[in-house]
């Protein structure tokens, strides 16, 4: 079995299509959150999305878009998110509004999906160079042998107690200095295989509509440098 794996298209239409097209063939899709914020398509990709059957956990910017709770942005992030709030249609408010916080599945394995961590879905970032005993407390509440997260938007693969923590990077806002959209191809089979893929989209598309929808220009600059 194959399973597809993106996290944090942030309403990037170009990059979110690029990957889709470049993506091998799978048995299923998953989005680890948000698929809105920052720039300035999020209909177009909620309803690709839908369209799509991705099975999708919320995000801290789809939270905030549905709910306009910007506490603990910064001001470029809580702007974005604002946007994204008052420009969604009401039909994708919905469904952004009832995505499950965390997944917790069987395919051949156990997987547990979350956009931050276990123990704080929404906002808990959890970088590759995290040490070993902060891992282990921060899985904690994971029973699975794959946890899956999103949120830093930083490739990472880690074995910790016999636990696979597998971030996909973004698809939308790159920040490893990698400006490619980036995702993972997850073989689950007696092995685990994380295969991980970056594919060029067109940045200077969705640096424009960024610019032309009265976003802050620094959410346009960033996508060609990747952080």
């Known amino acids: 079995m194959k399973i597809g794996l ?10 979110f299509k690029a990957v889709l097209k470049d993506m091998p063939r799978v048995d299923q899709i998953i989005c680890v959150g948000d698929l809105v ?10 309803n690709l999305a839908r369209s799509k059957h991705i099975q999708v956990v919320m995000g801290n910017h789809d939270y905030a878009a549905v709910t306009r709770d910007v506490r603990g942005f910064n001001s470029l992030a ?34 547990y999906v979350a956009h931050g961590s276990p123990r704080d879905p929404l906002n808990e970032y959890v970088f590759p160079d995290y040490p070993n005993r902060e891992l282990a407390k921060i899985l904690e509440g994971a029973d699975a042998e794959i ?25 939308g806002q ?18 685990v295989e994380v295969s991980y893929k970056r594919t060029e989209y067109d940045v200077d598309d969705t640096a424009e509509k960024i610019k032309a929808a009265g976003l802050p220009e620094e959410l346009a600059a960033r996508l060609f440098f990747g952080w």
Do not use: C
């Open 6 to 15: 993106i996290a944090d298209p942030h309403s990037n239409l170009a990059a």
């Open 37 to 46: 914020g920052y720039a300035a398509e999020p209909n177009e990709v909620v």
């Open 78 to 111: 809580a702007q974005a998110a604002l946007w994204t709030a008052d420009h969604l249609s009401g039909g994708n408010l919905k469904f952004l509004s009832n995505f499950p916080t965390h997944l917790e599945l069987t395919l051949k394995h156990k997987i």
């Open 147 to 171: 946890v899956v997260l999103g949120h830093t938007h930083v490739p990472m693969k880690r074995m910790i107690m016999g636990k696979l923590i597998v971030n996909p990077g973004s698809v």
């Open 174 to 191: 790159p920040r490893d200095r990698d400006p490619r959209a980036s995702y993972v191809v997850l073989t689950l089979d007696k092995e």
